[in-house]
């Protein structure tokens, strides 16, 4: 079995949400799948009114093959402190073709207010490891952990684009969809994350390559990429008007500043991935100003690197659960 589903991006690519059909009959909503995290939940007609602002609900009462799991509750948190939480049914889920028949899906009782604000935005598909689940009394499986044994191969790709649709295949590798070779390197999925390391950076395309080894995880659900002080400091130093910014939260430079060199970072044994100068200019500061906010920053808040859409949309990425690998290509 095989699936395959485009994503499309919001502004500055701050997120990227793909069509999914839940239920009997189809209930569509527009879904962020993240692979940083484990749950798959989505805003519901169990949610008070003040929390909901335009989102598409899923209503598990009009679904025929829907079915409570009395007693079983959720409740998740992210990285920027935003939170949701509720109960959970088992239904028929269909992503790009690609059906499950007997997901968890967790339905929001409560969203925070940055989920309330994001109106585009009706859930989560966490496609992380399943250890990390958050529903008790039992953790449920992830969407691709239910899919995985009747795919045509364990995998799932993602191929995200700077400010334009991309794809998500599942059960299968589209050689048409990246040049050159993919490079494997192993994932240590004990904290439930696809956590790598990379063997070193390199800035300009003059530079030279620092070798310094950078374990962090691929998350498609960071608009992002974090990457250590060193690293950030060796990047902005060739930018001419960059500088850290306490009161932006990080660093900015000239939006039309033309040194902005571009970012390659080591996957294994001499491939790097090239991150063009463009894609680090992430969004204006304020209306007023001419400085843009950095698409790289400081991951000194976090403990480890994570290599978010900034990066991903560079790549052609193989998120290879059956070999606990993750492949990495040039687009
Ligand atoms: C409003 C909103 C807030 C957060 C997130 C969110 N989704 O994935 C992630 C990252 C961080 C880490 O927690 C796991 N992956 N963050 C999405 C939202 F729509």
């Known amino acids: 079995d095989r699936g395959s589903v485009q994503n499309l991006p919001k502004s500055y690519d701050v997120e990227y949400l793909m069509p999914v059909s839940l239920g009997t009959p189809a209930q569509q909503l527009n879904l ?27 209503d598990p ?23 949701s939480s509720g109960d959970v049914y088992i239904d028929t889920v269909t992503i790009g073709d690609l059906t499950v028949s007997t997901q968890a899906v967790e339905a929001a009782k409560v969203v925070s207010e940055e989920f309330t604000a994001d109106s585009d935005n009706d859930g ?22 239910k899919a995985m044994p009747g795919l045509d191969s364990p995998v799932f790709t993602a191929d995200l684009k700077a400010g334009a649709p991309g794809r998500y295949n599942f059960g299968y590798i589209d050689d048409d969809a990246y040049l050159g070779n993919i490079t494997y390197v192993p994932v240590d999925s004990s904290d439930g994350f696809w956590r790598w390391v990379s063997p070193g950076f390199q800035v300009g395309s003059t530079g030279s390559f620092n070798s310094t080894r950078i374990h962090g995880i691929a998350d498609t659900g960071t608009t992002l990429l974090l990457l250590p002080d060193g690293v950030c400091e060796a990047f902005y130093s060739q930018i001419a008007s960059a500088e850290y910014e306490p009161s932006q939260g ?53 403990g480890f690197t994570i290599w978010g859409d900034v990066a991903l949309k560079a790549a052609f990425v193989v998120f290879d659960q059956g070999n606990e690998q993750l492949g990495w290509a040039e687009k």
């Open 32 to 58: 962020d799948l993240d692979t940083g995290s484990s749950d798959f939940w989505v805003f519901s007609t169990l949610l008070k009114e003040s929390m909901i602002n335009g989102q598409t609900l899923y």
């Open 61 to 83: 009462n009009t679904s025929t093959t829907s079915d409570k799991m009395e007693g079983y509750t959720w409740k998740i948190t992210y990285g920027d402190e935003s939170y």
């Open 124 to 145: 989560l598909v966490g496609l992380g490891f399943g250890i990390i689940n958050t529903v008790q009394p039992y953790k449920q499986k992830t969407f691709f952990e």
């Open 250 to 302: 990080g660093y900015t430079f000239e939006c039309d500043d033309s040194t902005v060199p571009d970012f390659y970072f080591g996957t294994d044994n001499g491939q790097m991935i090239r991150i063009p100068g463009s894609y680090m200019s992430y969004s204006k500061t304020d209306t007023s100003s001419q400085r843009c906010f950095g698409g790289m920053q400081s991951d000194s808040g976090v």
